[in-house]
């Protein structure tokens, strides 16, 4: 199965891509997973993303672009794939067409997380990542046994820079303005599927086990 995970920051996409891919044993590529690693190495792509992933803007387009085109050519999505995070553009949209062309495959389906706004922020502003293996916490609904020390390798937790208040909300106004096309887009290419990112993460995954049941 290959699949694209669509919705705004704070919607769930990196949870449920977790847990699918686990379910499903498929690749997760996140691009944002993959940018924030290579910002930690200080890799060339690193320093490149840097400034714009700190104010939430999004990272040109050949860059990204360019580190999912390597991870498809990997042996690990040969099963099939998560794409969180990717694409956010349209021109994103049309380079990855190229590329899944050249390989001979296709998208079975995008799911589109409508989430409101209001759920987006508190789930963004409150969570809590691991600085060591990045599980992720929520500082309110889903808090560490002890405080801010990571329940599974003791790593101290921190809040990602672009989940204060602030840059969460700039990251919603450029999905509004970027990346919300490309829900008609997929939609007249008739691999929409819509879930609420407003529900819980085990009924979210439920719903998504029906959807992929019937593919
Ligand atoms: P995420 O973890 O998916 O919210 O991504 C964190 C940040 O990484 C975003 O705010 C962008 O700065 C950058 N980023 C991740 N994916 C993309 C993409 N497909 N296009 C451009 N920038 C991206």
Redesign the pocket.
């Known amino acids: 199965m290959r699949i694209i995970l669509l919705g705004p ?1 704070g919607a769930g ?2 949870t449920q891509a977790e847990v699918l891919s686990k379910h499903y044993s498929l690749a997760h590529i ?4 993959i ?2 690693e290579s910002v930690k190495l200080g890799t060339v792509v690193g320093l490149k ?1 840097k400034s ?2 700190e104010k ?6 050949e ?2 672009v360019e580190i ?1 085109a390597d991870a498809l050519k990997g042996d690990s999505v040969k099963e099939g794939f998560i794409l ?6 349209e021109v ?1 949209a049309a380079q990855l067409e190229g590329v899944l062309q050249e390989a001979g495959i296709g998208i079975d389906a995008v799911i589109y997380f409508k989430t409101s706004e209001e759920v987006a922020v508190a789930r963004l502003s409150g969570r809590r990542v691991c600085s060591k293996c990045r599980a992720i916490y929520h500082a309110k609904n889903m808090p560490p046994k002890i405080d801010r020390i990571c329940d599974k390798c003791n790593g101290k937790l921190i809040q990602r820079k ?1 989940d204060e208040e602030k840059t969460v909300r700039n ?1 919603l106004r ?1 999905y509004d303005k970027q990346t919300a096309g490309l829900i008609d887009y997929y939609r007249t290419k008739g691999l929409l599927k819509e879930v609420s990112g407003d529900l819980d993460v085990q009924e979210v995954f439920e719903i998504l086990k029906d959807i992929f049941a019937k593919k």
């Open positions: 920051p996409k990196g996140s691009t944002g997973d940018l924030r993303a714009y992933m939430g803007e999004l990272v040109p387009d860059v990204v999912v969180d995070g990717f694409p956010r553009t994103q672009d990251r450029v």
